[in-house]
């Protein structure tokens, strides 16, 4: 076949490909588990555990430290994972000027939240300003985050994505894995590995085979769309 | 994990007498330069009957006698290919030659790239499809890519010659090679890792991919009825922003009653609870139902109540004749059972082991699920299945990462 010819496959073909796939339940439960304990989802790993009879494969109260520190993150309590942080290892934040960075601002926005606008300035002229001097790569960012001082509502503001409780979590999960990196253990867990494969995969086949895509990650959607063309 | 190696048996194709290829004596895997050999258009080239196959394509290539000048050429030529010009002088053709060092594509000068070579040196040959690049090894030392944005799909290995007493011998693997091409093979495989590793997630509302992963992980535990789990991963990865609803649970359990019943023994039961979670779900699946019936069948005969077997069998199993050839074999089987004084270590006696009941309580599910159109996987699942079956698309492009990569296995998984 010549470049630039794709083969098709209908929804059809494919569904029929799918299904003849044999999937064991206890790989995908592996994979779920090892998420949540590289996350440091712990108390959900226990459940997970006693529900489905799945082995973290670590000893779950040895993470109990990264838990608290996410569980502190998540309900915005910066300052205290910070300091659980620094007990575990000082070294995570001194070298880790992104991270830290990031901690900052996240402190910062928590103010914003609590609608303490005089402490959130006082706080960024502190503690933002000189990080985002040192390092001209944070510049973008504290702007943005400073600019969270002049709405009158932040949420309902064009930077409302910094308010959001994903943004917790994106911080928390960067923390997490410097915390297992310093510890020298496996970061990325291999749910997201998974994913990355689908996508690059659909990036190797692209141009060969014209055939469903996936239109939605989260809920594995087929495209509607006949694969014509 | 690396692609088996070739079992192909590889030849060069014959000499004709009607082009430049009368130059070359061809014997075996051998190829020596008979002409004259005074200008360019003394030139003469042959390739392999078959192409360049898997991902990651290889061979190696001795020079047993430069000859005259040693303007030997040695790459891949196309499936029309001129006779009569080393390889790299035409387009789609490469070839690295020994008198300059030189890297030759649809080119008559080439750009510098290696040493030269000559007699006593074994040239090696790599035609990456992944990565579209092919590189050379010389004496077993990687040479570095020769060529990049390689758009050809179809190669096939060759070798030119243009002077007296030039003569070349090629191993396609039938021998081991002098390079490490294994140590190749993990390179090519680590570099497809660290694309898949650096492949970006799509973002959530402010660039993490927590929730997507949140969404897949809760949806499946809520597939397989793990309720506590489900909720601990809406607390802690979705804020809350999710629940599983009730009528999920008591579907759930629905089902789980029919299954617990077939694993249990009592298709009764099943029968009972199928048509109390969705009725006439069996019944619109006449082979389905009548495995149940077997299954009742092969039950009594289990606790050896033949009589209620035989009565069981007249009264409700006549019909599987009309049902096709699996189901009358299906109920020769377990009439079979009848036959003999210790079924369960009989021929049929598979048909006794819980094994049996699991898979059938498995296909009832199923059916179960799509009565009610509900979907047969979660979503993990679902995604799990794409991906091996891209996996087996990229092994029919012959993409190298098919035979480098092994998926499952950086998936933590067993192979």
Known sequence: MARGERRKLSLEEWNRKLAAVKIRKQDMNNLIMNYLVTEGFVEAAEVFMAESGTQPGVDLPAITDRMQIRKALQSGNVEDAIDRVNDLNPEILEEGHELDFHLQQQRMIELVRQGKTEEALEFAQEYLGPRGEENPQFQAELERTVALLVFPDARDSPLGDLMELSQRQKVASELNAAILSSQGQEQEPRLPLLLKMLLWAHSQLEDKLIYPHISNLATAELGHQAPDG | ?415
Request: one cysteine or more; a negative charge; aromatic letters at 8%.
């Open chain 2, 1 to 415: 994990m690396f692609p088996r190696v070739s079992t192909r048996s590889w030849h060069w194709q014959p000499s004709a007498s009607n082009d430049n290829s009368r130059f070359l004596r061809i014997s075996g895997l051998s190829v020596k330069y008979v002409g004259p050999g005074d200008t360019d258009a003394d030139a003469a080239c042959v390739r392999t009957t078959d192409p360049a196959e898997s991902g990651l394509f290889y061979f190696e290539v001795d020079v047993v006698n430069k000859g005259r000048d040693g303007f030997i050429g040695i790459g891949f030529v196309s499936h029309d290919f001129d006779k009569g010009r080393l390889p790299g002088w035409e387009p789609h053709t490469f070839g690295y030659h020994g008198d300059d060092g030189k890297a030759f594509h649809n080119s008559s000068s080439g750009i510098p790239y290696g040493p030269k070579f000559g007699t006593g040196d074994r040239l090696g040959v790599m035609f990456n499809r992944a990565e579209r690049t092919i590189a050379y090894t010389k004496n077993g030392i990687y040479l570095g890519i020769a060529f990049r944005n390689v758009q050809d799909d179809v190669l096939y290995p060759a070798v030119g010659l243009r002077t007296p007493d030039e003569e070349v011998l090629a191993n396609f693997g039938a021998v081991p090679f002098k390079a490490d091409v294994s140590a190749m093979k993990a390179e090519a495989a680590y570099v497809i890792e660290q694309q898949i590793r650096s492949m970006p997630l799509p973002v959530d509302k402010t660039g993490g991919s927590t929730a997507t992963l949140g969404h897949i992980i809760f949806s499946h535990l809520a597939q397989h009825g793990h309720w506590g789990s489900a909720a601990a991963v809406a607390r802690d990865m979705l804020g809350e922003t999710v629940a599983v609803p009730p009528s999920t649970v008591q579907d759930f359990e629905a089902r789980l009653r029919v299954r617990g019943a077939i694993v249990g023994g009592d298709m009764d039961g099943a029968l009972a609870a199928a048509e109390a979670f969705q009725p006439g779900a069996l019944a619109a699946c006449p082979h389905l139902l009548q495995r149940v019936k077997c299954q009742k069948f092969v039950e009594l005969v289990r606790v050896r109540d033949d009589q209620a077997a035989l009565a069981y069998g007249k009264a409700e199993l006549g019909s599987a004749a009309d049902l096709g050839p699996e189901q009358a074999e299906l109920l020769s089987d377990i009439l079979t059972l009848l036959c003999y004084e210790d079924p369960a270590n009989s021929p049929q006696g598979t048909l006794l082991q819980p094994a049996a009941r699991a898979a059938l309580a498995d296909d009832v599910d199923a059916a179960l699920l799509k009565a009610r159109q509900l979907p047969q996987h979660s979503p993990l699942e679902r995604l799990y299945c794409i991906l091996k079956a891209m996996q087996s698309e990229l092994e029919r492009e012959q993409h190298p990462a098919a035979s480098l990569v092994d998926l499952d296995r950086l998936l933590g998984l067993p192979s």
